[in-house]
């Protein structure tokens, strides 16, 4: 049984005798099953309150940089704060570099900034364009790991990713919107906040497959580059729907769906499903006041304690468990709102 304890720590942990502990794991023999559970068990005990000495009052400073509208942005900074606690005994401290819009060399600027001042790892949601992995090698090679958020820069030296798996995300969306529809003729709109970011061409992906294969005779409408904001997405949804007066649904994959949906309501068309992304501020009350089909969620809060335990073990402050899975897509209706 390999581990880096003592016998007298293990007989301590364990409430036995050196000589029993000695035994067991010299596999002498003559000692009851149930003791040589007990010493077992004391290592396991032992390897966790290790783990806690670790990070215990460690702080890590960590730095989260979000291309995104205010709405996800505040949702992310509520999600953190909320599990903060959850992180005890280490702490973490956090500064916060948000944007909603704006060329991609403002946001290189943040991240080299902070490779200049340093930082225990940065919390990344941004395009995926080569200028923005090289500033994360620049990271990297400063010692500061990177974790992707939502959506993902896989060709960077980025740690991990943190987050849904976004092509069957799109694909859950088809599912839905067309067992929504059924027969029901008419067109979809897919709205994009921009192209650059991967995790929403994979949805974009994911949606149109899917729909491909069980609904070859439905078109889609792509509607795209309002950065999910509402002043330019009612300007785009209502050009979009000027032009074809078959679109009878929508899937949001980059969000600004009050505007869009206002955009429906001035020219009086209805919307016969809608499926968003993201239980923000504006799609819980999208959704309670039944404008929104449903919406694809995934747990943030679960999301960021992921993120910074990534960072933690970078560190070496927490044991490594193996490769992440994708968080889970839940499904959400007015009738199981979390």
């Known amino acids: ?21 000695d035994r067991v794991l010299n596999h002498r023999g003559g000692v009851r099953e149930s003791t040589v559970m007990e010493v077992h068990q004391a290592v396991k005990d032992l390897d966790r309150q290790r783990t806690q000495v670790r990070i215990g009052g460690r702080t890590f400073m960590i730095d989260i940089v979000m291309q995104a509208p205010d ?27 948000f944007r909603e819009t704006g060329p991609s060399s ?11 001042r340093g930082s225990q790892g940065v919390i990344l ?12 090698g620049r990271l990297v090679e400063a010692g500061i790991p990177v974790v992707t958020l939502v959506t993902d820069l896989p060709s960077s030296a980025r740690m991990g990713y943190v987050g849904i798996d976004n092509r069957a ?13 059924g027969g029901r003729p008419g067109h979809l709109l897919v709205t994009i906040s921009r192209g650059s970011f991967r995790g929403e061409e994979e949805r974009e992906m994911g949606f149109r497959g899917a729909m491909r294969n069980a609904h070859p005779g439905r078109s889609l409408v792509e509607v ?14 209502l050009a979009a729907l000027e032009r ?3 679109i009878v649904g929508v899937y949001s994959i980059g969000g600004g769906n009050a505007a869009t949906l206002d955009a429906f309501d001035t020219l009086g068309r209805e919307c016969a499903v809608f499926i968003a992304h993201d239980l923000d501020h504006d799609n819980t009350r999208l959704l309670r006041e039944r404008r929104l089909s449903a919406v694809l969620h995934h747990d943030l809060r679960q999301d960021m304690r992921r993120a910074c335990q990534t960072i933690m073990r970078a560190h070496k402050a927490l044991p490594d468990d193996g490769p992440a899975l994708p968080s889970a897509i839940q499904v959400v209706t007015p009738y199981n709102m979390p």
Not at 7 to 18: D, F, M, V, Y
Request: charged share 25%.
């Open 71 to 97: 709405r996800f942005s505040t949702a992310v900074r509520d999600a953190l704060e909320a599990e903060l606690p959850s992180l005890h005994p280490a702490v973490v401290r956090s500064r916060f570099h």
């Open 106 to 116: 403002e946001l290189i600027a943040a991240l080299d900034k902070i490779a200049k």
């Open 1 to 21: 049984m390999r581990h880096p304890y003592t016998i007298k720590e293990i007989a301590r942990q364990a409430g036995l005798s050196e000589a029993t502990v």
């Open 125 to 136: 949601k941004a395009p995926d364009v080569p200028e923005v992995g090289t500033a994360v």
């Open 224 to 237: 795209t580059d309002s950065d999910g904001l509402d002043a330019t997405q009612r300007d785009l949804v």
């Open 169 to 181: 995300a799109g694909a859950t969306a088809a599912y839905l919107a067309g067992q929504w529809l």
């Open 244 to 246: 074809d007066h078959d």
